[in-house]
């Protein structure tokens, strides 16, 4: 039983688009860099081919701000690669004036090998080595952000590395075979167990989940919150699904307000000084819904003024007026309809 299950629940686990959803050129002799053709080319993005320990050649965009606060790491979920993640990363780097590095798993995109759960593994420590080594990204200046599929190799580094600035969870699963089946002890043969892990992350997390979520139920994102060491104020997004939380407004506001809090968390402690934290209200409801022990809560900071950006302010603005939010386009538009009410997307 427990081999027949562990191997349902690895096949449910990954499925890349196919055909991809874009290709990868090489530069001409003078600059010799990647490019992928199906997306905008810009100056402020590298196109990377990166070595795994494993063997695998994955596929990595990097996205420079001008100005950067800060670097993201970004491990997007299971029906998506890097052409339809491309413009996502371009506007949070915009919006959170980060850096942003998103990679394609092994079998995913223009990526080789196949997706297994050691592979992500590999694969998400050759992008934290290529940030260091290449980029001169220290670990006190990288936020790791886990979209569904994603939480599994994000929270596998984030418990490995003491002195990240913060994790994002998006939607995130406790497990693999919980997204499966309500099982309420862990199973050696579970896959992404990140039940088991959270804990062990030292920096803030950020939890966002949609109360509606059809895939991943909402229970899996309080869950993990509840069992955070430092835990930042979390985002139920009320009626959210599973592929459609960046078109509500309270999304980007809320994640940017984290960036900015743990920023400044960051930088008075380098200071030598230490902030008072201050629990909001939906903090204190959250604090006494956690059955879980004392946990530190991190506190909010008032929004910054920035520039105007048209593509998701228009997307925002709709959302307002209508009180509907649109199809997703950023993560998941090929996902067939079988797979969804089936429920093995995730």
Not at 73 to 89: K, P, R, T, V
Request: glycine share 8%.
């Amino acid at each position: 039983m427990g081999g027949v299950t562990s191997s349902i629940a690895a096949k449910f686990a990954f499925f890349p688009p196919n055909p991809p959803s874009y290709t990868v050129i090489a530069g001409d002799e003078i600059d010799g860099r990647f490019s992928i053709p199906e997306v905008p080319r810009k100056d402020n993005v590298d196109v990377l081919k990166l070595r795994t320990r494993r063997g695998n050649e994955i596929v990595a965009v990097y996205v420079k701000h001008h100005k950067p606060t800060g670097t993201m790491l970004y491990s997007h979920g299971n029906a998506a690669d890097l052409g339809q993640m491309f413009e996502l990363f371009v506007e949070l780097s915009s919006r959170l004036r980060l850096n942003v590095m998103g990679y394609d798993y092994s079998g995913y995109g223009q990526s080789t090998g196949k997706p297994t759960e050691c592979n992500t593994y590999a694969d998400i420590d050759a992008a934290y080595k290529c940030l260091k080594e290449q980029y001169g990204i220290k670990d006190e200046q990288l936020i790791l952000y886990g979209q569904s599929v994603g939480s599994g190799p994000t929270v596998d580094l984030a418990s490995r590395i003491p002195e990240l600035r913060g994790v994002v969870l998006h939607s995130p699963i406790l497990s693999g075979l919980r997204v499966l089946y309500p099982v309420k002890r862990t199973y050696w043969f579970d896959i992404y167990k990140n039940i088991d892990k959270v804990g062990m992350v030292n920096c803030p997390v950020l939890v966002i989940h949609g109360t509606t979520d059809e895939v991943v139920d909402w229970s899996h994102g309080k869950q993990l919150w509840e069992l955070c060491k430092v835990k930042y104020e979390p985002l139920w997004v009320s009626g959210g699904g599973h592929c459609n939380l960046e078109l509500y407004p309270e999304f980007i506001k809320h994640l940017k307000k984290f960036v900015q809090t743990i920023a400044k968390s960051k930088a008075a402690a380098a200071n030598g000084t230490r902030k008072d934290t201050v629990e909001t209200e939906n903090q204190s409801k959250a604090s006494k819904e956690s059955e879980g022990g004392p946990s530190e809560t991190i506190e909010l900071v008032a929004d910054l003024p920035e520039a105007s950006r048209n593509s998701l302010d228009s997307r925002l603005e709709k959302s307002k007026k209508s009180n509907k939010p649109e199809k997703s386009r950023m993560s998941t538009d090929h996902v067939d309809r079988f797979r969804r009410k089936k429920g093995l997307i995730w």
